[in-house]
């Protein structure tokens, strides 16, 4: 209803477009957080990764969460750990990525967690720790793509890539690629459905008016940092649902699924809190999020419920 209401209003700036979306966004948060209905799934926005996942016996899978260092990629590789899934937790920052670790393993010892260094905005970073992850051995039944960066100001990737869309989108597409054939050669020897997870979000409806701009990814003259990230978070969705065509249509026993989180409070939003941290504003707007936003217990939830949850076995959305 909200996006329907978006939709059929007048705005005229992209500015009055996002503060449409957040107020409506809000109001609809208000309300499910005020009346806590599940949905069909069992399931509410207050429901944890812990809760949607609770009962699931993992063992014997193996997971590569992108992102897992922090905000909900670390949340949904606990769990996914606690479940008794092997996560193989791709991160940039090492140190970061070893802490976490430490901090899983001391909460869970039977947890089996390793670390490989991934920077999504580099293919040359993807396409090592795709080879040294093929070179392992090891099988792959589930692919969380949940890295990301939103709303940063124009900058370029190692690979003059606009930043947004390298990260995002591009890193994980390449990684995807370069995994495929473990993920079916494991679907196929374990007769277990492979899971590929796209974390995308709301902002996929939001992109530059002609879509994605294949052709001028690199415009700085023309870039807006809200429209750039819906660009990418779209580009997340098409490349799912292209991935569950073909595998349909090659009868591969994978599916793909792409997924809003909700509105998280995490470190996404670091770009876009300039204000003091006294202005009042921004006092306002982090004690509005406190009661409305998702935690990231609850924003890894959706992730975890898609990548283990027996009820969405076969379900391609």
């Not at 409506?24 to 949607?52: D, K, P, Q, Y």
């Not at 609770?54 to 992102?67: E, M, N, Y």
């Not at 960066?149 to 124009?154: E, H, L, R, V």
């Given at each position: 209803?909200?996006?329907?209401?978006?939709?059929?209003?007048?705005?005229?700036?992209?500015?009055?477009?996002?503060?449409?979306?957040?107020?409506?966004?809000?109001?609809?948060?208000?309300?499910?957080?005020?009346?806590?209905?599940?949905?069909?799934?069992?399931?509410?926005?207050?429901?944890?990764?812990?809760?949607?996942?609770?009962?699931?016996?993992?063992?014997?899978?193996?997971?590569?969460?992108?992102?897992?260092?922090?905000?909900?990629?670390?949340?949904?590789?606990?769990?996914?750990?606690?479940?008794?899934?092997?996560?193989?937790?791709?991160?940039?920052?090492?140190?970061?990525?070893?802490?976490?670790?430490?901090?899983?393993?001391?909460?869970?010892?039977?947890?089996?967690?390793?670390?490989?260094?991934?920077?999504?905005?580099?293919l040359a970073s993807v396409r090592k720790f795709a080879s040294d992850f093929n070179s392992s051995g090891r099988p792959l039944n589930l692919l969380i793509n949940n890295a990301g960066?939103?709303?940063?100001?124009?900058m370029l990737s190692k690979d003059n890539i606009e930043l947004q869309f390298a990260t995002n989108h591009l890193g994980h597409f390449l990684l995807t690629n370069l995994l495929l054939d473990t993920m079916k050669k494991t679907a196929r020897e374990s007769d277990i459905e492979g899971r590929i997870v796209n974390v995308s979000s709301?902002?996929?409806?939001?992109?530059?008016?002609?879509?994605?701009?294949?052709?001028?990814?690199?415009?700085?003259?023309?870039?807006?940092?809200?429209?750039?990230?819906?660009?990418?978070?779209?580009?997340?969705?098409?490349?799912?649902?292209?991935?569950?065509?073909?595998?349909?249509?090659?009868?591969?026993?994978?599916?793909?699924?792409?997924?809003?989180?909700?509105?998280?409070?995490?470190?996404?939003?670091?770009?876009?809190?300039?204000?003091?941290?006294?202005?009042?504003?921004?006092?306002?707007?982090?004690?509005?999020?406190?009661?409305?936003?998702?935690?990231?217990?609850?924003?890894?939830?959706?992730?975890?419920?898609?990548?283990?949850?027996?009820?969405?076995?076969?379900?391609?959305?």
């Open positions: 209803m909200a996006i329907a209401f978006l939709c059929s209003t007048t705005v005229r700036t992209i500015q009055e477009r996002l503060l449409a979306a957040a107020v409506l966004s809000l109001h609809a948060l208000l309300i499910m957080w005020f009346f806590n209905r599940n949905g069909s799934s069992g399931f509410s926005s207050s429901s944890t990764a812990e809760e949607v996942t609770r009962g699931v016996d993992a063992s014997g899978l193996t997971a590569i969460v992108t992102g897992a260092s922090s905000g909900i990629g670390t949340e949904t590789a606990r769990v996914l750990a606690l479940r008794g899934v092997h996560v193989i937790m791709g991160v940039r920052n090492m140190a970061s990525g070893r802490d976490v670790k430490d901090a899983m393993i001391k909460e869970i010892p039977t947890a089996k967690v390793d670390v490989m260094e991934l920077d999504l905005s580099s960066i939103m709303a940063t100001p124009f709301e902002f996929h409806r939001y992109p530059y008016p002609e879509g994605i701009r294949f052709d001028n990814i690199n415009d700085q003259s023309g870039y807006k940092r809200f429209l750039a990230y819906g660009q990418s978070k779209l580009a997340n969705v098409l490349h799912a649902n292209e991935l569950t065509r073909r595998f349909k249509e090659d009868g591969v026993n994978i599916t793909a699924n792409s997924l809003h989180p909700g509105v998280i409070a995490t470190n996404l939003f670091r770009h876009n809190m300039s204000l003091a941290n006294d202005n009042p504003i921004r006092v306002f707007l982090k004690s509005l999020a406190g009661l409305v936003l998702k935690n990231v217990q609850q924003g890894a939830a959706t992730t975890c419920y898609v990548a283990l949850n027996p009820q969405v076995k076969g379900c391609k959305w």
